[in-house]
């Protein structure tokens, strides 16, 4: 019940980045908070069969940078590769 709390912070995390990084446009509103849970999500399970409790700051630490390192690399790696592919789909159709 507890990673509960990391899908939660780990999709607040997402969401923050996708109103905060540009080209909000080319994706989904969905796909940073998702993002971002799933690398908090993944994060969280890792540390507590590593033994972390959740008194443990590290876990907490963690929790917070994983989905934001996650999202801050995914999200504008994503965006540029819809922007080029759109690029290219107008050059094709001549539009």
Known sequence: MQILLGLLLGAVVGLAA???????STRGVALAPLAGAAASAVAWTVLTWAGLGIDS??????AVVAPAATVLVLIPLLSRRRIASDA???ALLGV
Do not use: D, K, T
């Not at 996708?18 to 909000?24: I, N, Q, T």
């Open 18 to 24: 996708h109103f905060a990084l540009p080209h909000r």
């Open 88 to 90: 290219s789909e107008r």
């Open 57 to 62: 700051p590290v876990l907490w630490i963690v």
